[in-house]
């Protein structure tokens, strides 16, 4: 069974911080997306990685994939209350969906 | 249409009774998935189609859950006798392809409460 395991499942900041959400498998995955959630709402694509070891940036976000294709990284440098929301990592399975982690909570208070 | 649309978007039903959630996928996307979350919680699989087709059906909780899909169109996701521990938002994504290298687009829910 894939697993998709997200670190920490809570983060409290203030504005300016920055901070790294982990996503760790010890299943390879052929690519892995990252997606944002706010109440109410589905979750929106932020960016996918395909090849190991490969770097993204948007902004002010970073993102990694493992040399593996085990695990990503998502980085936010100098956070703003705009980045507010659930943060969700995924790896496309062997089967043709999408297996999600348990996602991580984020709050950047002002 | 211009996103994924989900209908109701806030459903409210009697334990026992079965109720019908409606997913329209954006126009021209093959793929279509259903999953289910739970307050505060990533997103639990139930089943997607390629097509009219169901590769993989494996997240579907127990026979109370089907679910269907018309042409590359609309799908229905049915619960039957519902229990309190349905209740939880249901989403829908489509996209262009099945497989992780076609970015997902959700709907935006239909919350389901069971009393």
């Known amino acids: 069974t894939q697993l998709l395991e997200q670190s920490p499942q809570f983060l409290s900041i203030q504005e300016g911080e920055n901070l790294t959400v982990y996503c760790n498998s010890s299943?390879?995955?052929?690519?892995l997306q990252w997606y944002r959630q706010e109440p109410g709402e589905g979750p929106v694509l932020l960016v996918t990685?395909?090849?190991?070891?490969e770097v993204k940036k948007l902004k002010r976000l970073t993102f990694q994939f493992g040399d593996a294709r085990k695990d990503s990284s998502l980085h936010i440098t100098a956070a703003q209350p705009g980045d507010t929301g659930l943060y969700l990592c995924?790896?496309?399975?062997?089967?043709?969906?999408?297996?999600f982690g348990q996602g991580t909570t984020l709050q950047v208070k002002p | 249409g211009a996103g994924v649309s989900q209908s109701p978007s806030n459903k409210v039903t009697e334990k026992g009774k079965d109720v019908e959630l409606r997913c329209d996928p954006i126009s021209g996307h093959t793929a279509l998935y259903w999953y289910r979350q739970r307050l505060g919680q990533g997103l639990e699989f139930l089943i997607y189609f390629q097509g009219n087709s169901a590769p993989d059906k494996s997240g579907l909780p127990s026979d109370r859950f089907s679910a269907e899909r018309t042409g590359e169109s609309v799908s229905t996701l049915t619960i039957q006798r519902t229990q309190q521990e349905d209740s939880a938002v249901y989403l829908c994504a489509s996209s262009l392809y099945a497989g992780g290298s076609y970015g997902y687009t959700f709907g935006s829910g239909t919350r389901l409460t069971v009393v």
């Open positions: 990685v395909v090849t190991g070891g």
């Open positions: 995924a790896g496309a399975s062997n089967t043709g969906k999408l297996i």
């Open positions: 299943s390879v995955f052929s690519s």
